[in-house]
Nanobody
Framework: QVQVVESGGGLVQPGGSLTLSCQVS????????ASWSRQAPGKEREFLAS??????TNYADSIRGRFTISRDMSNAADLRMDSLNADDTAVYYC???????????????WGQGTQVTVSS
């Protein structure tokens, strides 16, 4: 069974930094795309950033220049967040698109989310 697990959330002071990690288990399929989104209380889920197999990245304008998405052998996607402010307080979610290859349809999985709170 595929599991997507986010980690690295917590309490951080305004102006601080935090790095979130997304790990995937239970699959042999390639991760075609990994992305991060967030949902603040009373708001809709907001796309933040994505990274594809070849390393291509895409960012939402709202966080461009402050957040950086990356991928390594251990994690599907890390999200480095700098210059955090109270508006960044939200639950952060990782989504992965798995590609079974041979032209078959891909599959999307979401993690349970990790809470980020920016407060002094």
């Amino acid at each position: 069974q595929v599991q997507v697990v986010e980690s690295g959330g917590g309490l951080v002071q305004p102006g601080g930094s935090l790095t979130l990690s997304c790990q995937v288990s239970g699959t042999i399929f390639q991760i075609k795309t990994a992305s991060w989104s967030r949902q603040a209380p009373g708001k809709e889920r907001e796309f933040l950033a994505s990274i594809q197999t070849g390393g291509e990245t895409n960012y939402a304008d709202s966080i461009r220049g402050r957040f950086t998405i990356s991928r390594d052998m251990s994690n599907a996607a890390d999200l480095r967040m700098d210059s955090l402010n109270a508006d960044d307080t939200a639950v952060y979610y990782c989504n992965v698109e798995l590609d079974p290859g041979l032209g078959r349809r891909t599959f999307n999985y979401w993690g349970q989310g990790t809470q980020v709170t920016v407060s002094s």
